[in-house]
């Protein structure tokens, strides 16, 4: 009777756990009529940027404390929600995920300097178009190619581009360049050309007139015509994307035909003048010191979502894990639909094993956040999100790691326990769990770390955890070496204490190297005494 409780307890377990799931995501999956949802990177000057005031009419971030997003991307989205009749939202959203954010309905529309190629038409609608550019090659002021006049002069150049645009086809117009592989972002590519990594990317001209002048490393080379780039009409032109079938489209382009090109330029100079400004002068103490002085609450706010993060995961992961090592010492019953429903419920347990140990946790992320949406409409919280594929990654390895710490009791201790009449959920409580959590306590700790340093996946959905912050924070005063090396002693900081900590619990549940019987006690207190 006591296994086919063991049994049912199990699956009502699993089943609640679905249905609060459910439950929490299908409240969510509505965009509410009265906002307009647009999704952008705040990050790419001076189509879009973040910083942290409402001045020079900036919008507040979603989901994010303390952050605004301003630029001509976002000066554009606040005159077209007006003219919908709508409230303006901006979703903060890697390059990577806006596409699949748009078609799942996380957003409405996306504006973020896209260009409208073949292949997303594909995916989605497009329209009118509502700013047009020119494009040239950024790179190092000192370096080799800072004199070159055509794109016929970057012969051996390691050149690259943003991934998932048209720029990175460009490069095989460059005659004899070293053809990199395509990066993720902008700031990528900043930081691989102030390092040498690679001697320039493709970039639009607002993008490289705004880099050369906040970083003066930096040199945007224009070409003269018919010296540059041979491009298609569409391939310098930015528009709005919209999903298929999207019934306000006419309205937008309603909106853009009184847009004009006098009024694009006019509004793409004022954003470039209104970007905030940012002290590289100095020596490296003084730029950390002003960093973290600027931007020591955004740190703050990342350091505690990562910990909190990391931490409800780890926790969770542990439960898992030992939900999981328990129920496979369930010795097999005699009642054969019981037996039956247990091997089955093994396989599942494998499968779920094996599946989140051999994949990505970057991937399972992309899966479960924008994947739920696209597949079953439903429209997961970020923090939400962070905390589920972080749990269950962490319970897939914590159930091999508590079955190893149950391996390591030793069998006497099972045949002890059922010899002197005990069952098997009174050996597992008793006798076995207390030793393998005194056992795998060295593993959870090493997970807890682990999980502090691979948030920063997470970034690839938005979460503002530690990685996201910094990140935010280098795009903006374009100091990546000096950003970073903070981000990496904030790393530092966390693990370290975390180990020191969990080091001091171990002995403490160790006890004494020695201990000495009460009766010797005894003995030694009276020979003391005698003498």
Known sequence: MKKKISTLLMFTFLASMFSAFSLRTNAEVATPD???????????APFNWTQYDKSNGAVAIQGVKGQYANGYDVQVAKALAESLGKKLVIVKTSWDGLLPALTSGKIDAIIAGMSPTPERREQIDFSNAYYTSSLGVMVNRTGKFADAKSIDDFKNAKITAQLGTFHYDLVEQLKNVDKQPAMKDFSSMRVALQSGAIDGYVAERPEGVTAEARNRVFKFIEFPKGKGFTLNPEDTT???????????????????ATFTLK?????????????PETESSGTWVDQLSAIIKDNGTQFLRGTGMTLF?????????????????????????????????????????????????????IVQAMVLYYGSALAFGLSIDRTLAALIIVSINTGAYMSEIVRGGIFAVDNGQFEAAQAIGMTHTQTMRKVVLPQVLRNILPATGNEFVINIKDTSVLSVISVSELFFQGTTVAQQNFMYFQTFAIICAIYFVLTFTITRILRIVERKIDGPDAYVPISNQMQIAEVKKGE
């Open 34 to 44: 009265g906002e307009f949802r647009v999704g952008m990177e705040a990050a790419y």
């Open 238 to 256: 930015t528009a709005i994307g919209v999903r298929k079938g999207e019934k306000d489209l006419e309205k937008i382009n309603e909106y853009l």
């Open 263 to 275: 009024k694009q330029q006019e509004l793409m100079d004022k954003m470039i003048h209104n970007q």
């Open 309 to 361: 993060v990391s931490l409800i995961s780890t926790v969770i992961g542990t439960i898992i894990g030992l939900l999981i090592g328990v129920y496979r010492t369930i010795p097999t019953s005699e009642n054969k639909l019981v037996n039956t429903l247990h091997k089955i419920f093994g396989w599942l347990i494998s499968a779920y094993i094996e599946i989140f140990r051999g994949t990505p946790m």
